[in-house]
């Protein structure tokens, strides 16, 4: 009779180990969906972020009044970085740049002053870009012309729809995967233990006292899951951190909590909802349907 018992425990212990294991897959395969969003987000951003719009001003304009016009477009809300640079700095930086310096034989100085401009990536979109430039070539008696990417400018935000629109596809359809995967390992959990159940009820326990031993197994379980996938989440992170420069600049320690919360509450939620119905459906059976599945 011992050994029977022995058995049945390390059976049961197994089943949970197993249900553990399974639960933190799909999470971990979850949360890397959610992180992967985020870091597309963000990717798209620093991207947009650091488009150019280059500033061209006039041949007659000085380096005190660039400088001045530099000061007025950085209070611009558009603005999210300006550098002027002067025409003695663009000199010397070509010169640096060519090992000779081109003034020696022209006899004059080839370059204008530009002011470089880096915008918010709310606003480096086209029609954003184009209403900027406009607005900027309107003072005609400093600009000269207003230059920027247009072309990358639009193939970011295409790809940045595309990447969102298969992530989100990718999240709905894991959901349902995991839904499935999960109420299937709680349902083979609870179809090992039917009889237990049912001798429960036949002695006249209540479905509330029946139902407490299992609801505290699963949260037990979505809570360890969870850590555990939060755990092999933020080892894949430190592992970017340590050999992928610049990887914190779109993955930051917002997207990581935001991460870690989405997983642990969705393998709370996850199996809880799994266990409630499976275990709802064998307390509805009766002796004989128990005995037939």
């Not at 197994?217 to 939060?230: D, F, H, K, M, Y």
Request: aromatic share 8%.
């Amino acid at each position: 009779m011992r050994k029977k018992q022995k058995k049945t425990s390390r059976h049961s212990g197994m089943q949970v180990v197993t249900l553990c294991i399974s639960t933190t897959m799909v999470l971990l395969l979850l949360g890397l969906v959610v992180l992967s969003s985020f870091t597309a987000h963000n990717l798209s951003d620093y991207v947009k972020e650091n488009l150019m719009v280059t500033i061209v001003l006039d041949d007659s304009v000085s380096a005190k009044e660039g400088l001045a016009f530099s000061k007025q477009l950085e209070k611009r809300c558009y603005a999210r970085q300006v550098n002027f640079i002067s025409k003695e700095a663009a000199l010397e930086e070509q010169t640096a740049a060519m090992g000779s310096d081109p003034s020696e034989f022209l006899g004059m100085n080839p370059f204008v002053a530009t002011i470089e401009m880096r915008v918010h990536a709310d606003y480096a979109n086209s029609d954003s870009l184009r209403l900027i430039a406009k607005v900027l070539r309107s003072h005609k008696s400093l600009v000269s012309d207003v230059a920027y990417q247009e072309d990358l400018t639009n193939s970011v935000n295409r790809n940045l729809q595309r990447t969102l629109i298969v992530l989100l596809g990718l999240a709905v359809l894991l959901i349902i995967i995991s839904y499935v995967l999960i109420a299937n390992s709680v349902k083979l959990n609870m179809y090992s233990r039917r009889f237990a159940i049912h001798t429960m009820k036949l002695v006249g326990a209540k479905w509330g006292f029946i139902r407490k031993p299992f609801l505290k197994q699963a949260l037990t379980i979505g809570v360890v899951s969870s850590l555990l996938a939060c755990c092999v989440l933020g080892g894949i992170v430190w592992w970017l951190y340590q050999y992928q420069p610049g990887v914190e600049e779109v993955i930051g320690r917002n997207e990581l909590i935001i991460t870690g919360v989405a997983v642990v509450v969705f393998g709370f939620l996850m199996m809880l909802l799994c266990t409630l119905l499976s275990l709802n459906k064998f307390l509805r059976m009766t002796a004989e349907e128990v005995c037939k599945i």
